[in-house]
């Protein structure tokens, strides 16, 4: 064999580095603890969009002097746009629950400016609701027997055009006349003239978990995860020898650990979507140890006199430059999602960026040293 | 070879036909297109103590008719039990038939010293359940019906559970929602002031010369049939009973089990109906609930006992649903509401609109890469990455599958894993050529050699998938649902299409020294 780079000679090194980074990640999960979002804490979180510039300091104190000096405000930054949160407490679920959303609304309406009439808000409604208000109405006089259940009328296209167009020009209608300007019956835009209004500010999202089914998520979403980490781990020792497996899993929960740490470290939140992304890395930074194992595996029929360690040490080489463009190509569109995906999709490409690098480390520098150690100090008597 | 090329394209055009035009096509999740998601908790318990209640007061109204008299007769809610004390020992056996008669949900134990037990059979509880359930889900229905909201989904959340999910996309005020929820249905008895129905408004309205007589008003019946046929009927102002008036209401049947509903009027109740069956014997009442007419049974005969049945052609389900909605006039079943989520109509629209551009950055990029560092195989990865694509979106439009946010994420994450197949495959190949083997056997060497590797890469990340789509909800159902998708189109387009597209090549340059790879 001509001489080749000793990159499994560098184990002893990668292992150490590793050991400490692990170290570090438990003691920044421990110490920091992990940052949970509303689904697993209970409570509420409301994003929140006005029409003109609101002071963060004003918002906060009206939210104090109305009784939430519990409530967590901030900015999202370069928007006129808020994200709320709310600790739940024990009974929110029933009819009080409704009545802290409705104190809220008052807040927004009192920070924003906005007059308190009955007329529909032209600014706030989504689709049905508009639709629904023309149906009440009914100021084409269409047979009410067309309007029955799920039947789509005249009254849905308008209702659809009107929210289409303020969405496109960023969520605020200026003045009634021009959403009037979309619509071509006469009876229509009479009746709207005269019962509607606009808000100066929406709510673009509102969740609210009770405690007892966020402690409920929390238990299925850490199920979860250990139940997929142990079928994985039953597949792959059914498919390749359990000293692979250990080697595998072992990568694996130092993929989960690195990467937990350093999503606790950069503050990042843990939500649902969340949770799918630790499942994928654990799916995924299976691959390339896999692809990996299966040529150590091929090597080892071929070659019966060259030692262990080298055989791990020729796959390795043989194998580094498709783990590292599989990672490439994946990491290509999680760093897109990451900075183009917009602001929901951010905390669920984090753990993604952070896995997938370290999940390619791992498969190289982890997974085979420990698999050379199960076999030497386990099975070599055999 | 043709076999091949004929299956391919029949899938795709399959794929194409399946999700042309996208709009209609794809399901949006409520994340995406706005809307209201809530997670429901009907309390059984309101339901048990009811019953309970119920039971008590019918037993100790038939031991006082029996002429039985005991000490005491008590409900406890948190164990389910009626106990009774004190039956005089001559009465005993008298006693144990009225249990055994009107105490059929109960298990009877005997304490001794006139003592007895009553506990509720656990086939009752799981029947009160699924009333309470049914009840529920019919008010949940009939409420969200007046919205007008187009594909609600009212459903119960696993086949045992007390739990429902509903989501009504296009709504904004969930405030306004859990109150027409929660509150107790809006039911009326009122006599009928013309015989018939009508077919329409108008034709009601021709009658009377475009008015409405004096003292009357005019409801729909319920949507009947699948082409939800309305008929219109004319009743008097006057309400003779509200939903306050009646106890309870059950499915029933007569003396020859045909079903029909019987139900209980409190002592308000008796007053009323007895002087209205009375007094308009032959006459017609209009049972409406939620401004709709359900039922318009005539009356008969004169009732003024607290019993009294509606019999008609009803089917078994017909009658049940007839008895839900009479109880659904007083307060059913307390609901809580564990989960409620709303998404506003212009964050789903921009997050569609960062995602379809974040899923194209990626979309170029990767195959940018591939062609870049392939050459001429790029070719044959990036056709195998569209079709995939396209097979992709075909799988979500076929199953109905909901695209929601994560679903775009994974759809995203599919562009960036599907390649991977083809990267192991081609590295496999241009290993083969170093190793001095012919573009012919390093193709097919490449192929199988890779072949295991990639199985068992991707049957790890579905496996992840799976428990994904087992324990996630709503939108992390939809990533899972994506992702898994994505992977079984992926491994169907690097390994089959993608060998057809090198087959194709060596087919055209069967003498070719060189593989551009």
Not at chain 1, 62 to 76: L, M, P, V, Y
Not at chain 2, 139 to 168: F, K, M, W
Request: contains cysteine; glycine residues 6%.
């Amino acid at each position: 064999m001509k001489k080749e780079i000793n990159i499994f000679g560098a184990r002893k090194i990668a292992v150490t580095i590793s050991l400490l980074l692990m170290t570090i990640s438990v003691i920044i999960i421990s110490v920091m603890g992990v940052k949970r979002g509303v689904q697993f804490v209970g409570g509420s979180e409301i994003q929140v969009k006005f029409k003109d510039p609101v002071n963060i300091a004003d918002l906060r104190d009206t939210f104090k002097e109305n009784g939430f000096s519990h409530a967590t405000i901030i900015q999202i930054t370069g928007q006129n746009e808020f994200i709320i949160k709310l600790k739940g407490k024990a009974g929110d679920e029933t009819a009080k629950g409704s009545k802290v959303s409705q104190r809220i609304t008052e807040i927004f309406r009192k920070v924003s400016k906005e007059e308190k009439t009955s007329l529909f808000d032209l600014n706030k409604t989504n689709t049905t609701d508009l639709a629904y208000l023309m149906k009440t109405a009914n100021p084409l006089k269409i047979d009410e027997t067309q309007m029955v259940g799920e039947k789509r009328t005249v009254y849905d296209d308008i209702a659809d055009k009107i929210v289409q167009v303020r969405s496109d020009k960023g969520d605020f209608f200026d003045s009634i006349d021009e959403a009037l300007a979309l619509v071509s019956q006469p009876e229509v835009k009479a009746f709207l003239k005269k019962s509607c209004m606009l808000g100066s500010y929406i709510k673009l999202k509102e969740d609210t978990f009770s405690p007892s089914i966020s402690s409920e998520q929390t238990e299925k979403a850490i199920l979860a995860i250990v139940m997929a980490l142990a079928a994985i781990l039953v597949y792959v020792s059914i498919r390749f020898k359990f000293d692979f497996a250990v080697g595998a899993i072992l990568a694996l929960v130092h993929d989960v650990t690195i990467t937990l740490g350093m999503f606790v470290l950069f503050k990042q939140e843990f939500t649902l979507p969340v949770v799918a992304a630790f499942l994928t890395i654990v799916g995924y930074s299976l691959n390339d140890t896999i692809v990996i194992f299966d040529r150590i595996r091929e090597n080892l029929k071929i070659v019966k006199t060259v030692p262990l360690d080298q055989v791990i040490n020729t796959s390795v080489l043989q194998t580094v430059s498709r783990t590292l463009l599989t990672s490439l190509t994946t990491l290509f569109v999680v760093v897109v999602i990451f900075f183009f995906g917009g602001l929901a999709l951010k905390g669920f490409s984090f753990p993604l960026l952070v896995g997938i690098i370290v999940g390619t480390y791992s498969s190289i520098f982890i997974a085979s040293p420990v698999y050379y150690f199960v076999e030497e100090h386990f099975y070599k008597e055999k | 070879m043709k076999f091949k090329i004929l299956f391919v394209v029949l899938l795709t055009a399959g794929a194409v036909y399946y999700i042309y035009p996208l709009k209609e096509k794809i399901n949006l999740g409520l994340d995406l297109q706005g809307g209201i998601h809530m997670v429901l908790q009907v309390e059984m318990k309101d339901a048990m103590t009811a019953e309970l209640d119920n039971s008590k007061s019918n037993m100790e109204s038939v031991l006082k008719d029996e002429k039985i008299d005991v000490t005491q007769v008590k409900a406890y809610p948190e164990k389910l039990e009626i106990m009774v004390s004190g039956v005089p020992a001559d009465k005993v056996k008298k006693a144990e038939k009225v249990f055994d008669d009107y105490m059929s949900r109960f298990n009877v134990s005997d304490d001794g010293d006139g003592a007895y037990t009553l506990s509720l059979k656990s086939v009752a509880m799981k029947e009160i359940r699924k009333q309470a359930m049914r009840q529920a889900l019919i008010t949940i229905h009939n409420r969200v019906d007046a919205y007008g909201v187009s594909e609600p989904i009212i459903q119960r959340q696993g086949l045992e559970s007390n739990r429902i999910v509903v989501e009504l996309p296009g709504l904004d005020d969930p405030t306004r929602v859990k109150k027409s929820l929660s509150e107790p249905g809006w039911l009326e008895w009122r006599l009928l002031a013309a015989p018939n129905s009508f077919k329409s408004k108008a034709d009601v309205l021709a009658a009377g010369n475009g008015k409405l007589p004096e003292g009357t008003a005019l409801f729909p019946s319920e949507p009947r049939g699948k082409a939800g046929t309305v008929v219109w009927y004319l009743v008097k102002d006057r309400v003779e009973l509200n939903g306050n008036d009646i106890k309870t209401a059950r499915r029933s049947s007569d003396q020859f089990g045909s079903p029909n509903v019987a139900f209980t009027l409190n002592q308000a109740g008796v007053t009323k109906f007895s002087r209205v069956t009375t007094e308009h014997r032959g006459e017609r009442l209009a049972i409406i609930l939620d401004k709709k007419v359900v039922s318009a049974p005539s009356i008969n005969e004169p009732i003024n006992t607290p019993n009294a049945q509606i019999t008609g052609h009803f089917t078994i389900d017909e009658s049940e649903d007839l008895a839900i909605k009479l109880r659904s006039g007083a307060l059913p079943a307390k609901m809580i509401f564990l989960e409620e989520r709303t998404v506003g109509p212009s964050l789903g629209r921009d997050s569609i609109r960062k995602g379809v551009r974040a899923a194209a950055m990626g979309l170029i990029i990767v195959m940018i890469f591939m062609l870049f560092y392939y050459k001429v195989a790029g070719i044959n990865a990036d056709l195998a990455l569209t079709l995939n694509m396209l097979y992709l979106l075909g799988g979500i439009a076929y199953f109905h599958a909901t695209l929601t946010l994560p679903g775009i994420a994974g759809f995203i994450l599919t562009i960036g894993m599907a390649v991977d197949a083809n990267v192991l495959i081609f590295e496999r190949i241009k290993e083969e050529l170093r190793n001095g083997k012919t573009p012919k056997s390093a193709i097919s060497a490449g192929f199988s050699k890779a072949l295991s590797a990639v199985l068992d890469g991707n049957i790890t990340t579905l496996i992840a998938a799976l428990f994904l789509f087992q324990y996630g909800t709503g939108p992390v159902k939809g990533f899972a649902v994506t992702l898994s998708l994505g992977i079984i189109a992926s491994l169907f387009t690097a390994i089959y299409v993608s060998r057809w597209f090198f087959d194709l090549r060596l087919e055209l340059t069967p003498n070719v020294k060189k593989l551009s790879i």
